[in-house]
């Protein structure tokens, strides 16, 4: 067993009976579930719409390599560079790079789940530069000294009691104070490192091929600001963000919105197409482009899971999936939690650590029946369980046992070799299969099948 499994499961076994913590996720996912099915009701025609963002999406996977370029060409003309990154080390190089060419020492970041890929914030800090979140959950996060718990919502382990007394603890605000005042005092502190800082960092929603530009949607107008104020712009985005076109963004904006807050369009949503020219008096001077791989080719390679590239990051399926809901997005150790999470991080962090992941899951099919782009998640989740197996990541214990199961369970009478005491005794080797919170039921003295044989 790896040290990931041990972990994932101690961890779990923890999480999922700590009723304090139960309480806060599930208070918080029902708010965006109540939100999101408002956002969902106002199509008229939700499945016509998903299979359209499904269709986009494809076309963009399909036709990557072309579209990427396409993206190239057009935002260079603007006057961006771009970078391309082959993993997370060449792009922490890049950034580094970057940093010192334009001599930065402070730099503000809006909320970017590819930077915590690469964990761009403890890096830049490295070589002393001032690293500054400034979406307000991520700077909850922060300040906590902690990750993302969750792809649209970082704090969202936290009850405003929790933040109000991180933020006594941190700068001494009043006790209990309430959400709205913390957040106009979050507002007042962000203001002049907006305006002071000399980088700004941003992701990207999608990469727009046909105008070379990067879409972003926000709620807070951080983003904006984000690289409006400094004099560079850097966005790091992952190859598989890309949209064929402009027009799409129509479609695809407000099913983002819907899926991930349940509103009908995100407040900000800006398209940037490359750094202020010679006629613009305001925005950056420049804007470099990092364009990440990060073993995302191996997934575009893979018959099986190259669907997945297609995820907008909603985060609609940790809302459905009933193991996140429990475990809790911290358990997963991934920067992707939830089903997406657990399809992917066995890709870029390695199979034989991570396939326990796919395993963390009842398939349901909850994932794949809400993901707005309509990948197949928890079919993927089962193809993750096979290449485990077949690539020998599986135990010997594992792999007996199975054996096992199968030749049991293909015909009846095998089963009903076995009387029911024996049975119940072969189940004790079984009992932690169930946790340390649930026993093993007993089996009858006789099966169902030979009760019904001998009734009268």
Known sequence: MSHQKKEFL??????????????TINFNIAKYDAAVERGRNRYSDLALARERASYIKSKAINGLHD?????????????????????????????????????SRTLVKSKSMTTEEIDLNEHVEKIGVECLETDLGEYIVQIAGEKPYHIVTPAMHKSKEDIAALFHEKFDTPENSTPEFLTDYVRELLRNKFVNSDVGVTGANFLVADVGGIGLTENEGNGM????????????????????????????WPLLAAHGTGQQITVYNSVVTGPKNEKEKDGPGKMYVILLDNKRSELYQSD?????????????????????????????????????GSVITPFYK???????????????????EVCPVKIPLHNMLLYNRRDAVEQGHST?????????????FSKRKRLDMLSGKTKNKLAVFGKDGLGKKKEIPRFADKSFSQQWKNKS
Not at 74 to 86: D, R
Not at 229 to 244: C, N, R, S
Not at 396 to 408: D, E, L, Q, R, S
Request: with cysteine.
């Open 350 to 368: 390695g199979l034989g650590k991570y396939n326990h992941l796919s395993s963390a899951c009842s398939v349901c099919g909850a994932c794949t």
């Open 67 to 103: 579209y990427l370029i396409e993206f190239e060409q057009k935002i260079t003309a603007n006057g961006a560079e771009v970078i391309w990154a082959e993993d997370s080390g060449m792009a922490i190089d890049a950034v580094q790079k970057i940093l010192y060419e334009n001599q």
């Open 225 to 252: 600001m984000t690289f409006s104020f400094p004099k560079v712009h850097l966005v790091i985005a992952g190859i598989e963000k890309m949209v064929p076109s402009f027009k799409d963004l129509g479609l695809m």
């Open 10 to 23: 101690k961890d779990s076994d923890q999480i999922a009976f700590d009723k304090r913590h139960r309480a």
């Open 304 to 340: 099986d899971h190259y669907e997945v590239l297609k995820c907008i990051r909603c985060g609609a399926c940790l809302n459905a999936c009933p193991i996140y809901k429990n475990v809790g997005g911290y358990t997963y150790d991934s920067t992707y939690g939830g089903p997406i």
């Open 396 to 408: 010997f214990a594992w792999n007996a046992g199975m054996k096992a199961f199968k030749y049991a």
